[in-house]
């Protein structure tokens, strides 16, 4: 019988401790004091529950020996990393649920163990109104985005720098958004730099959007992915990718940002606004006129891209964009923390005279 209980503990902790991490994220993520207050109950319940049973909270503890636990060491690698607060939330509820059904099972030799199997259904639907919850509050940050400094990182323009650093370097100089642009790499080695740009990212708090690359944003979780005239279709990218990641297009002229809302792309990218060697198959510079209807006519966040550096970013500013996308201006700066934030402040005071 002893083992039943040492069954028993390890699934009453199993479940208390998944409930209170999704408990923390409906409190402080999602602001509900409703969908966290009903966690909480379901948490004390269990508590109560374990201190009916037979014997008490004394024959549990009787029966525990975590030192001889077998199961600690049988962990998946996965288990030690969450990419985000969805993936974060449903693997706590399926600990929660399997320990429900665990505990409903070995029940049945000290009572009926009914209470548990009602337990687990509530948990089912308490996961999914979480689940959307989280999807509709990641949508929402789409709106958010800080397009002020949008910097693009391409190995061949780093000078050999390790593509992180220079990401980090950027960041820390005032960038708001990294994208990873690859067009030579391999996709093993693509998806492992997507890899080290998503944790460097999330830790600093920048959304990393992936350049043309849908099954690289999906496979490293990253906020969003640009495309061009010629990738996927945005109505086919948000099929695959789903309502809660940014999905920007490059246009080259008022129609083509016409269509891009149509199609219900996040952001554009205009440009090349001048001449840029960044691109081998950029198209023709499109200049500032471009720019100022566009800013006339198109309500979505936007940005200007190609050639914009020191020297002018602040008459593409004055256009009315809502930031610069940049590449060689940053990246291959000799100091590209000293370029960044000062292609940052400059945005900043010209938008103060505006």
Same mark, same amino acid.
């Given at each position: 019988?002893?083992?039943?209980?040492?069954?028993?503990?390890?699934?009453?902790?199993?479940?208390?401790?998944?409930?209170?991490?999704?408990?923390?994220?409906?409190?402080?993520?999602?602001?509900?004091?409703?969908?966290?207050?009903?966690?909480?109950?379901?948490?004390?319940?269990?508590?109560?529950?374990?201190?009916?049973?037979p014997?008490?909270?004394?024959?549990?503890?009787?029966?525990?020996?975590?030192?001889?636990?077998?199961?600690?060491?049988?962990?998946?690698?996965?288990?030690?990393e969450?990419?985000?607060?969805?993936?974060?939330?449903?693997?706590?509820?399926?600990r929660?649920q399997?320990?429900?059904?665990?505990?409903?099972?070995?029940?049945k030799?000290?009572?009926?163990?009914?209470?548990?199997?009602?337990?687990?259904?509530?948990?089912?639907?308490?996961?999914?109104?979480?689940?959307?919850?989280?999807?509709?509050?990641?949508?929402?940050?789409?709106?958010?985005?800080?397009?002020?400094?949008y910097?693009?990182?391409?190995?061949?323009?780093?000078?050999?720098?390790?593509?992180?650093?220079?990401?980090?370097?950027?960041?820390?100089?005032g960038?708001?958004?990294?994208?990873?642009?690859?067009?030579?790499?391999? #996709?093993?080695?693509?998806?492992?730099?997507?890899?080290? /740009? %998503? *944790?460097?990212? &999330?830790?600093? +708090?920048? $959304?990393?959007i992936?350049?043309?690359?849908?099954?690289?944003?999906?496979?490293?979780?990253?906020?969003?992915?640009?495309?061009?005239?010629?990738?996927?279709?945005?109505?086919?990218?948000?099929?695959l990718?789903g309502?809660?990641?940014?999905?920007?297009l490059?246009?080259?002229?008022?129609?083509?940002?016409?269509?891009?809302?149509?199609?219900?792309?996040?952001?554009?990218?205009?440009?090349?606004?001048?001449?840029?060697?960044?691109?081998? #198959?950029?198209?023709?510079?499109?200049g500032?006129?471009? /720019? %100022? *209807?566009?800013? &006339?006519?198109? +309500?979505l $966040?936007?940005?200007?891209?190609?050639?914009?550096?020191?020297?002018?970013?602040?008459?593409?500013?004055?256009?009315?964009?809502?930031?610069?996308?940049?590449?060689?201006?940053?990246?291959?700066?000799?100091?590209?923390?000293?370029?960044?934030s000062?292609?940052?402040?400059?945005?900043?005071?010209?938008?103060?005279?505006q």
């Amino acid at each position: 019988m002893f083992s039943i209980y040492r069954i028993a503990d390890a699934n009453f902790n199993r479940a208390r401790e998944g409930l209170r991490v999704v408990e923390e994220l409906a409190r402080f993520a999602l602001n509900d004091a409703f969908l966290a207050g009903k966690l909480k109950s379901i948490r004390h319940q269990l508590r109560l529950i374990q201190q009916e049973w037979p014997g008490g909270v004394e024959k549990f503890m009787s029966g525990r020996d975590s030192q001889t636990d077998v199961g600690f060491y049988s962990r998946a690698e996965k288990e030690f990393e969450r990419l985000n607060f969805l993936e974060l939330s449903l693997a706590n509820f399926k600990r929660a649920q399997e320990a429900m059904r665990v505990l409903e099972e070995y029940a049945k030799f000290i009572s009926t163990g009914s209470e548990f199997k009602k337990i687990r259904f509530e948990l089912y639907d308490l996961e999914k109104e979480m689940t959307l919850k989280l999807v509709e509050l990641k949508a929402n940050e789409l709106y958010n985005v800080d397009y002020t400094l949008y910097v693009i990182v391409q190995e061949k323009f780093t000078g050999g720098r390790d593509l992180v650093e220079v990401a980090e370097s950027a960041i820390a100089g005032g960038a708001t958004v990294i994208q990873l642009r690859d067009k030579e790499s391999s #996709d093993s080695k693509l998806l492992e730099k997507g890899l080290e /740009l %998503r *944790r460097l990212t &999330r830790f600093k +708090d920048i $959304p990393l959007i992936i350049n043309d690359r849908v099954d690289i944003a999906l496979a490293v979780d990253a906020d969003g992915v640009h495309l061009g005239q010629d990738d996927l279709p945005v109505s086919t990218a948000r099929k695959l990718l789903g309502p809660g990641k940014i999905i920007g297009l490059s246009v080259f002229s008022l129609e083509q940002a016409r269509q891009a809302r149509r199609q219900g792309a996040d952001y554009i990218g205009v440009g090349p606004v001048f001449d840029t060697r960044t691109k081998e #198959d950029a198209a023709r510079p499109v200049g500032l006129e471009l /720019l %100022r *209807r566009v800013s &006339r006519e198109i +309500d979505l $966040p936007w940005v200007a891209i190609g050639g914009i550096n020191m020297s002018n970013v602040s008459e593409v500013i004055e256009t009315g964009a809502k930031g610069v996308a940049v590449v060689s201006a940053v990246v291959s700066a000799p100091d590209v923390r000293a370029a960044a934030s000062y292609l940052r402040e400059e945005i900043i005071k010209t938008r103060s005279f505006q």
